[in-house]
């Protein structure tokens, strides 16, 4: 059962539009098997963390409902990620902020992989410390 359902045949056109704020008391499921995609390839964790450091989280009021938000400037994420980048018919922009979890997840797995070696690295470091002291009361 759908309270609202569309569909668009063509790539590249909207099954709908809402030009206001949308509530949502559920859940927002997208669409990620495998077999709906091909030319998979994992993203590289030290580009994803240097791309999203590039990027300028800013707080900001709507000029329309005078609401403050916070969120990016899709014009200073485009030289960053193009891809996330569309452009209405009112060719004003907008951002595909779902698709940025990829490149955060990536990011954290290059901070914790940096943290584990820093980690063992201080594990052995004070290793050495202690059998230094042993050797030298």
């Known amino acids: 059962n759908y309270g609202v359902y569309a569909s668009v045949a063509s790539t590249t056109g909207w099954a709908g539009y809402f030009n206001g704020n949308i509530y949502l008391n559920g859940t927002m499921t997208l669409s990620s098997d495998r077999r709906m995609k091909r030319n998979i390839q994992t993203l590289d964790t030290e580009t994803a963390l240097s791309e999203i450091a590039a990027l300028r989280p800013v707080t900001f009021t709507w000029k329309k409902s005078r609401l403050p938000d916070m969120g990016l400037i899709v014009q200073e994420v485009a030289p960053v990620f193009p891809q996330l980048v569309r452009r ?50």
């Open 88 to 137: 209405g018919d009112d060719d004003k922009l907008s951002l595909e902020y779902l698709a940025l979890f990829a490149p955060v997840i990536a990011s954290i797995q290059e901070l914790k992989k940096r943290n584990d070696e820093v980690e063992a690295e201080n594990d052995a470091l004070r290793r050495d410390f202690e059998a230094y002291r042993e050797t030298h009361p």
